[in-house]
């Protein structure tokens, strides 16, 4: 448990990059040893973030967060956000990601692609929406372009 704590404690980031990389990295050890807590997800998020998934809004604010995330875990046994991130850039408090994560029920796991934005203020993240899409999907809207 040691090194989760350090996920949690106040760390001073040096870009707002290093937040969503941080936050991926305590997600994964989080999600991985069943220990997401309020003090983790204030870390990372401000107390009124909106986290939104393929539009929908999942929670506002770290309460919200960790009942909704806690409430998934009985639906899905593996959720990995694959590091290093695709693409991750920045301008102010804005950041664009672009990032891999394996995600599904025991058995039916699935690699998706997740294009995100976050806005980061005072190294937290104050929102947060992605929109995700299955690789077989990517690669049927691929073969598209091919018909004539």
């Not at 448990?1 to 990389?21: G, K």
């Not at 069943?34 to 809004?57: H, L, P, Q, Y």
Request: with cysteine; glycine share 8%.
């Amino acid at each position: 448990m040691r090194h989760l704590r350090a996920f949690t404690e106040n760390v001073s980031f040096q870009s707002n990059e290093d937040v969503i990389r941080a936050m991926f990295k305590w997600w994964n050890e989080s999600f991985e040893h069943d220990t997401f807590s309020i003090e983790g997800f204030a870390r990372f998020f401000g107390s009124k973030a909106k986290f939104i998934v393929d539009g929908n809004i999942r929670g506002e604010g770290p309460a919200a967060l960790l009942t909704f995330f806690n409430s998934q875990r009985v639906l899905i046994e593996t959720a990995v956000l694959k590091l290093p991130l695709l693409t991750i850039f920045s301008s102010g408090k804005h950041v664009s990601l672009d990032y891999d994560m394996c995600v599904g029920p025991r058995g039916a796991a699935k690699i998706v692609n997740a294009k995100g934005y976050a806005q980061v203020e005072g190294q937290q993240i104050v929102h947060y929406a992605v929109n995700t899409c299955p690789y077989d999907l990517l690669d049927h809207r691929a073969n598209l372009g091919d018909r004539t």
